[in-house]
């Protein structure tokens, strides 16, 4: 069984600044850090090589710095890592993003299961995970919370809707995102980190995904730019003290108000 993860570099959102002026999150003040959603990947296909003896493959695309994200991974147990890096793939939205990973991937050649984060904290699209899947013509499952069975032919999937949960059954191959709820990461030990700083981390350029088409990659292959960004004010609850005769009486009538006595 062969499994990819796809992994991103993002930064600390707890302590990223945001230039209002020009609308760019300014990358460089804050550590960088993998997607935390993407360590929820990670640690299901670790859980699955334990299980079923998987190889375990991870593929990340950004700069130089982003081998921090694949030597991490090959700490938690993946077997290979793939950096995409290349000025060419700059900029890329997630449409040049999901084309340059489906390019990547199809270089890979054959695999059974594409695990990602639902989205990443950075971008807070969920969009490039089913759209590898849509360019590699394999179905996808999205926001999946938990695996409650996972064999060499199928897996058993709970996947939140806006109505509920449902649980799937899925063979292969298929992408999966996961959500936060999918499982517990666990930290990689000392020795491992000592072993993944030894590891090699292999590095792609835009002219090694063969066959790709230079024009759908990076900022000539991304029709979406985002004009600014915005941070809203930060909401602080509201009170009222009730005091003196009749208190009661316009409790009563404020939580009716709001619907808050029905039924």
């Known amino acids: 069984m062969h499994i990819i993860v796809l992994a991103k570099q993002v930064p600390d959102i707890e302590k990223v600044q945001f230039i209002k002026e020009k609308g ?66 700059a900029g890329a939205d997630t449409l040049a993003t999901s084309y340059a990973l489906a390019a990547a991937i199809k270089k890979v050649g054959s695999f059974d299961l594409i695990l990602c984060g639902e989205k990443t904290v950075d971008g807070d699209t969920g969009q490039v995970g089913p759209s590898v899947a849509e360019r590699l013509g394999i179905p996808h499952l999205s926001f999946v919370s938990e695996l409650t069975e996972v064999t060499a032919d199928k897996v058993v999937a709970v996947v939140e809707t806006a109505s509920g949960s449902l649980k799937v059954e899925a063979g292969f191959p298929l992408l999966i995102a996961g959500t936060k709820e999918l499982n517990t990461p666990r930290l990689p030990t000392l020795k491992d980190k000592l072993r993944a700083r030894k590891a090699e981390v292999e590095k792609w350029s835009a002219a090694d995904l063969a066959g790709a088409d230079a024009s759908k990659l990076g900022c000539s292959g991304s029709p979406t730019w985002v004009e600014r960004i915005s941070v809203p004010p930060e909401k602080k609850r509201k009170g009222e003290v009730l005091k003196g005769e009749g208190s009661a009486a316009r409790l009563m009538a404020a939580l009716d108000k709001d619907g808050l006595l029905k039924g």
């Not at 493959?57 to 995409?84: C, F, H, K, N």
Request: proline fraction near 3%; charged fraction near 30%.
């Open 24 to 89: 760019w999150v300014d990358r460089k003040s804050a550590d960088a850090e993998i997607n935390p959603f993407d360590l929820n990947a990670l640690e299901a296909a670790q859980q699955m090589k334990e299980k079923l003896g998987a190889k375990v493959t991870v593929i990340s695309m950004g700069p130089a710095s982003a081998e921090a994200v694949l030597r991490e991974s090959i700490a938690r147990d993946a077997d290979r890592g793939i950096l995409l890096t290349d000025e060419k793939l």
